[in-house]
């Protein structure tokens, strides 16, 4: 101990070692540089209210320490609990705000981390070792809650104790802590398809969300308060806007609701500057009724996709398809049956290829990550006068084709069509292209990189 407050160095052999506010009538403000590095005996230390820093390697190969609470401590140095082979348990209390490098690697029976601090940053170099982290307890919304969900480790609303998943096995969108600001939200997640939002980006930072037409439910409040929000587009499986879904959101500019929508609660766009507002939807709309309604700027837009139709479709006709390897000239048609309108692959009606087909479309495509694990593909086909077969194509990383996927953009829908993969650092690049179903060759092809 000097005369600075520091606890210099500690050489006592008790197992369970309480740390005294004062020594010698000086309070005890640091636990200095090495103060219990490779102490062999101690199991478990409680730290003072006083003590705010903890310095570098302070408890570094203290073998047998098991589990440690800051308590009141605000900056914690670096490899403060390098290689504490028996550690596992880190409860960082409410004013930790710095943490050290390599502060806990090696402590490979590291199971759980606490965090009472919600905007305590668990990102770091090598702060981790890999892979040994089963829980996190930390408060819905903390930062610690998005380095769970970012990283696969199972996090818990340190209040209710509740595990906070992303999708529950229901398919309600729960949760997302990932840094993008403009959301694809994915068709699936872990598996599960995504089939409702609930608060997930309640109160977030994010400017754009698109809905994919599987998701059928946006609970109330779902994208309340999102002061940065300024466009959404809804999904054909939607029939009802809930109350608040929109609520205080006060940059909001352009929302797309499609028909499908039939019922929108009068309190939807509560707090929202409705002089910025414009509703875009199929005229004659419930949208457009609403619009009016509220005083709300109206745009009738017919590339707005309209709900697909409740008749049953015949089975598709098998047609000759190409070959798995999209950038050669295949003769076998796609194995991946489309998944949008129409239902059937278009069919050649003459040998001759028509005049809009003489030439390529102008296709544009872009990328973006949504959740951990997943890119969503977003391509666009200009000036189309029919049905348009577009193909979706990730490559692996040594330029291998890995996946493909086929959809149809039909004549009579928007412009734009979406496409959801799988996503690992070891995958390539992406490949997004028109299929010519007249000289059966690909064209118009769109590179998107790693």
Request: hydrophobic share 35%; aromatic share 8%; net charge negative.
């Given at each position: 101990?000097?005369?600075?407050?520091?606890?210099?160095?500690?050489?006592?052999?008790?197992?369970?070692?309480?740390?005294?506010?004062?020594?010698?009538?000086?309070?005890?403000?640091?636990?200095?540089?090495?103060?219990?590095?490779?102490?062999?005996?101690?199991?478990?230390?409680?730290?003072?209210?006083?003590?705010?820093?903890?310095?570098?390697?302070?408890?570094?190969?203290?073998?047998?320490?098991?589990?440690?609470?800051?308590?009141?401590?605000?900056?914690?140095?670096?490899?403060?609990?390098?290689?504490?082979?028996?550690?596992?348990?880190?409860?960082?209390?409410?004013?930790?705000?710095?943490?050290?490098?390599?502060?806990c690697?090696?402590?490979k029976?590291?199971?759980?981390?606490?965090?009472?601090?919600?905007?305590?940053?668990?990102?770091?170099?090598?702060?981790?070792?890999d892979?040994?982290?089963?829980?996190?307890?930390?408060?819905?919304?903390?930062?610690?809650?998005?380095?769970?969900?970012?990283?696969k480790?199972?996090?818990?609303?340190?209040?209710?104790?509740?595990?906070?998943?992303?999708?529950?096995?229901?398919?309600?969108?729960?949760?997302?802590?990932?840094?993008?600001?403009?959301?694809?939200?994915?068709?699936?997640?872990?598996?599960?398809?995504?089939?409702?939002?609930?608060?997930?980006?309640?109160?977030?930072?994010?400017?754009?969300?698109?809905?994919?037409?599987?998701?059928?439910?946006?609970?109330?409040?779902?994208?309340?308060?999102?002061?940065?929000?300024?466009?959404?587009?809804?999904?054909?499986?939607?029939?009802?806007?809930?109350?608040?879904?929109?609520?205080?959101?006060?940059?909001?500019?352009?929302?797309?609701?499609?028909?499908?929508?039939?019922?929108?609660?009068?309190?939807?766009?509560?707090?929202?500057?409705?002089?910025?507002?414009?509703?875009?939807?199929?005229?004659?709309?419930?949208?457009?009724?609403?619009?009016?309604?509220?005083?709300?700027?109206?745009?009738?837009?017919?590339t707005?996709?309209?709900?697909?139709?409740?008749?049953?479709?015949?089975?598709?006709?098998?047609?000759?398809?190409?070959?798995?390897?999209?950038?050669?000239?295949?003769?076998?048609?796609?194995?991946?049956?489309p998944?949008?309108?129409?239902?059937?692959?278009?069919?050649?009606?003459s040998?001759?290829?028509?005049?809009?087909?003489?030439?390529?479309?102008?296709?544009?495509?872009?990328?973006?990550?949504?959740?951990?694990?997943?890119?969503?593909?977003?391509?666009?086909?200009?000036?189309?006068?029919?049905?348009?077969?577009?193909?979706?194509?990730?490559y692996?990383?040594?330029?291998?084709?890995?996946?493909?996927?086929?959809?149809?953009?039909?004549?009579?829908?928007?412009?734009?069509?979406?496409?959801?993969?799988?996503?690992?650092?070891?995958d390539?690049?992406?490949?997004?292209?028109?299929?010519?179903?007249?000289?059966?060759?690909?064209?118009?092809?769109?590179?998107?990189?790693?």
């Amino acid at each position: 101990m000097n005369e600075d407050g520091v606890l210099v160095k500690y050489n006592g052999s008790d197992t369970d070692v309480a740390i005294p506010e004062q020594i010698n009538g000086i309070t005890i403000t640091k636990i200095g540089n090495n103060a219990f590095a490779d102490n062999a005996y101690i199991e478990s230390v409680t730290i003072p209210d006083n003590v705010k820093s903890i310095g570098n390697s302070a408890f570094a190969n203290c073998e047998l320490l098991k589990k440690i609470d800051t308590n009141k401590t605000e900056a914690i140095g670096d490899t403060a609990f390098y290689g504490c082979a028996n550690l596992e348990e880190l409860i960082f209390g409410e004013n930790v705000s710095n943490l050290g490098m390599r502060l806990c690697a090696e402590c490979k029976k590291l199971r759980k981390l606490t965090v009472l601090n919600k905007e305590l940053s668990l990102n770091g170099t090598y702060m981790w070792p890999d892979g040994v982290i089963e829980e996190i307890h930390s408060y819905v919304g903390s930062k610690a809650e998005r380095y769970a969900h970012v990283n696969k480790i199972p996090f818990y609303d340190i209040e209710s104790g509740e595990r906070i998943r992303v999708v529950d096995d229901d398919g309600a969108l729960v949760a997302y802590n990932g840094g993008e600001t403009e959301i694809i939200i994915p068709e699936s997640v872990d598996g599960i398809e995504v089939n409702r939002v609930r608060g997930a980006f309640a109160g977030s930072n994010i400017v754009s969300v698109t809905i994919p037409d599987c998701v059928t439910v946006v609970a109330m409040d779902a994208f309340s308060n999102c002061a940065e929000l300024k466009q959404a587009t809804l999904s054909n499986g939607i029939t009802k806007l809930n109350n608040g879904v929109f609520k205080n959101c006060i940059s909001l500019e352009k929302v797309v609701i499609p028909p499908s929508i039939t019922s929108i609660s009068e309190s939807a766009f509560d707090g929202c500057d409705k002089s910025k507002l414009t509703i875009y939807g199929a005229s004659g709309s419930a949208a457009e009724e609403y619009a009016k309604e509220h005083d709300i700027k109206f745009i009738a837009d017919k590339t707005i996709p309209t709900p697909p139709p409740v008749t049953p479709t015949p089975e598709p006709t098998p047609t000759a398809q190409p070959t798995a390897e999209p950038t050669q000239s295949p003769t076998a048609a796609p194995t991946t049956q489309p998944t949008t309108e129409p239902t059937q692959s278009p069919t050649p009606e003459s040998t001759e290829t028509p005049e809009s087909y003489k030439y390529p479309y102008r296709i544009t495509a872009h990328s973006t990550y949504i959740l951990p694990g997943y890119v969503s593909i977003t391509a666009e086909c200009y000036e189309k006068k029919e049905d348009v077969v577009m193909i979706f194509a990730l490559y692996n990383e040594n330029g291998t084709l890995g996946r493909v996927n086929t959809k149809i953009l039909s004549s009579n829908s928007g412009t734009a069509i979406m496409e959801t993969f799988p996503y690992t650092d070891g995958d390539g690049q992406f490949k997004v292209f028109i299929w010519n179903k007249y000289t059966q060759e690909p064209y118009s092809t769109v590179f998107i990189g790693e």
